[in-house]
């Protein structure tokens, strides 16, 4: 007889359904480990022997249904052999309940992800509690690998090849409701109403969804290879094969299978088990691991409330915007109403994108509140300074200022390249001045480097972290340095591709080398968008600490007032949409010429950690990762150093350093790197 479960619990109601409710022991969500699923298979053992009229499959937790698979098992994982017997496992009881002769029920409150959606896809219905956030979906695919389950299976036969494709190579998720449009889930309630849905469906046994006809024809054999074609063309836009396997392999599952049978469920075993043994997958898993390690390096606490955002620019105007929809409120100073009303205009349009609920946008903008004579700061939990970058004018705002806040008040600074100490003079209380690094666009990098100066306190520290944690961004603490973490690292690696270019390599050679490393962006394009004044003004501040100085072709673009995506002419012009226009006839570029712009990074990334900058290599990785985009599947630059081997990057750092000069020469904290790798 089995032992008394700890994470499942059972019940029979007088019509004979039988609730099935997962409530993960010692946890804040529901996960599949493997001990959850154990348990569910004594569940399912019980189950099959009862009868009742039908199954209901239920959370216990108000976080949601199920996050999916423990990420954290993913590391006993050792061998492409053991992903597919894992895999096989879960999908033998998923099996199991779409095996089961009584109508079965997810109910769904909250998300489901991953594996906890495949599990409400094995269910015969699912219905689902009307929220506006996305909270369904398979983004298996970020971590390397698809959907392991029977969810490459399930999928398709539910929604049709395109719909079902679209979600699994994409890794979106949708909205309650916009599952029902696609035929995702059965029903859409209010959250009071999802029990009774449930065992309304259990007792009416409508007949289940399936894709309609007109979907199903494209999973035949004659279309799978024209469609598999065009689906892979789409994908190679995005990301190449030996970069990102994944979603090639979801591709070649259904257009091997068509999405039909028990041998495609074998195959999706197999094919998964083999990512998992990819350093693509395990470094993706990695850089998952080290997003959850900086949302947990603060207490979760709600002490803000109240913003004020002096500087109502690109960065200072998003930043507030941010702030209100993330449920704060927030006032916004600047010098004239004339520069606050484009940074509200913008924050409108950005509440009307995200909040969906009725009335919410609204509400948004009425905790957005212009405050030109800073009147309501003496409310203000934090303020954040986002003005020019000139420290003069900082300190004069903070002597300005401070007289005027609550003595808990946080002071913060956006600067991204001033270190603090020049900055807390100005204070009577310096240790409450801390510098929160956002960068652009803040909406959509998760990034923010804390910075804490000589005189920062401790406490003030943390409470940083714990803000920009509260506000949905992943804090990078660091020490206060010329350029501190991030533009440290970036201002090298452009540099040197400015001086690649002056060894007669095009632009666009230049930046194809970049991006065929993995680079999001190449070097040339990002600093036309970081602004070429920008880089400048930062590359001159780092003047003391690189060995690169810049050359004196970005003096002469800053010098025309050519600055890039701003003036729409940098290093490449840009079109009306921003686009850059680039010459098709220039050639690719090859790998050394990649490791010319990568190596100075990782050879200055070595510097931070031996200065003390960052506490160790995973959080300088991290912050790189989330900063700039730093080829995810790489797992970041320390993490490729020690996969290429650091005795190979020192000794291709040598080399070019005979070749180019002095800028290359390794740094000394490879020694101590090399024994702590």
């Not at 004020?308 to 941010?322: C, E, K, L, P, R």
């Not at 009425?366 to 003496?378: F, K, N, Q």
């Not at 206060?480 to 690292?489: E, I, Q, T, Y």
């Not at 010429?593 to 300088?620: F, K, Q, S």
Request: glycine letters at 8%; one cysteine or more; charged letters at 25%.
């Amino acid at each position: 007889m089995s032992s008394q479960p700890k994470h499942w619990s059972r019940e029979t109601d007088q019509q004979a359904i039988c609730w099935l409710t997962l409530d993960r022991a010692g946890a804040t969500a529901n996960t599949l480990s493997s001990d959850v699923l154990v348990e569910l298979g004594n569940e399912l053992d019980e189950i099959e022997r009862l009868d009742c009229r039908g199954v209901v499959i239920r959370s216990g937790k108000s976080s949601g249904f199920i996050l999916g698979a423990d990420v954290k098992e993913f590391s006993q994982l050792r061998t492409a052999d053991d992903g597919t017997a894992s895999a096989a496992r879960g999908q033998s009881l998923l099996n199991r309940i779409a095996n089961l002769d009584v109508p079965t029920v997810a109910a769904i409150d909250g998300y489901a992800l991953g594996g906890g959606l495949e599990l409400a896809l094995a269910c015969r219905y699912r219905v689902v509690v009307e929220a506006f956030e996305r909270t369904l979906g398979l983004p298996e695919v970020q971590l390397g690998i698809h959907p392991g389950f029977g969810g490459t299976v399930r999928c398709v036969q539910l929604l049709g090849a395109p719909r079902a494709l679209d979600l699994m190579l994409t890794g979106r998720s949708l909205s309650p409701r916009e599952a029902l449009a696609v035929g995702l889930v059965d029903r859409v309630v209010a959250r009071d109403a999802l029990g009774a849905a449930a065992a309304e469906i259990v007792l009416k046994r409508p007949a289940p969804r399936r894709a309609p006809w007109y979907l199903r024809v494209l999973s035949g054999a004659p279309v799978r290879p024209l469609l598999a074609a065009f689906l892979r063309k789409q994908v190679a836009r995005r990301a190449r094969r030996d970069h990102y396997p994944a979603p090639y392999a979801i591709i070649d599952l259904w257009q091997r299978y068509g999405g039909d049978g028990a041998a495609a469920q074998r195959a999706e075993a197999v094919s998964i088990g083999q990512l998992f043994a990819t350093p693509t997958s395990r470094n993706l898993v990695r850089v998952f691991e080290l997003r959850e390690r900086l949302r947990n390096l603060a207490r979760r606490d709600t002490e803000v409330k109240h913003v004020h955002v002096v500087g109502a620019g690109t960065m200072g105007g998003d930043i507030a915007a941010w702030c209100v929809l993330r449920g704060l409120s927030v006032t916004l100073q600047d010098r004239a109403r004339e520069y606050v009303e484009p940074a509200v205009a913008r924050a409108r349009e950005l509440f009307k994108k995200r909040l969906r609920a009725p009335g919410e946008a609204d509400a948004a903008a009425a905790r957005l509140t212009v405050d030109l004579e800073a009147a309501r700061v003496e409310s203000a939990d934090i303020v954040i300074e986002a003005i020019i970058e000139n420290a003069d004018a900082k300190r004069a705002l903070f002597s300005g200022l401070e007289p005027k806040l609550r003595p808990s008040a946080l002071i913060a600074t956006n600067t991204s390249s001033i270190v603090l100490e020049q900055l807390s003079g100005a204070l009577q209380s310096p240790g409450r001045l801390v510098g929160l690094h956002f960068f652009n666009p803040v909406v959509s990098l998760p990034l923010v480097e804390v910075i804490h100066g000589r005189d920062t306190a401790p406490d003030t520290v943390q409470r940083a972290l714990s803000f920009v944690t509260r506000i949905g961004k992943l804090p990078l603490p660091c020490r206060s340095a010329p350029g501190f973490v991030v533009n440290r690292l970036l201002t090298p690696y452009m540099l040197e591709a400015l001086y690649a270019h002056l060894d007669g390599n095009a632009f666009e050679t230049i930046d194809s080398a970049a991006k065929s490393f993995g680079m999001p962006v190449g070097p040339i394009e990002l600093a036309d968008r970081v602004g070429l004044d920008v880089a400048l003004h930062v590359a001159e501040i780092l003047s003391e600490v690189l060995a690169a100085q810049p050359p004196d072709l970005l003096r002469e673009k800053v010098a025309k007032g050519e600055l890039g995506t701003k003036t729409h002419r940098g290093f490449y012009t840009y079109d009306k949409a921003g686009k850059a226009i680039k010459s098709r006839s220039a050639p690719s570029g090859d790998a050394e010429l990649a490791d010319r712009l990568i190596l100075p990074l990782l050879n200055e990334a070595v510097a931070c950690l031996h200065e003390g900058i960052v506490a160790d290599a995973d959080l300088l990785d991290a912050g790189m990762v989330f900063g700039t985009g730093f080829a995810p599947f790489r797992g970041g630059p320390m993490r490729y150093a020690r996969e290429r081997g650091v005795a190979v990057v020192v000794a291709k750092l040598e080399s070019l350093a005979q070749r180019f000069g002095t800028r290359f020469t390794p740094h000394p904290g490879w020694s101590t790197f090399a024994r702590d790798a």
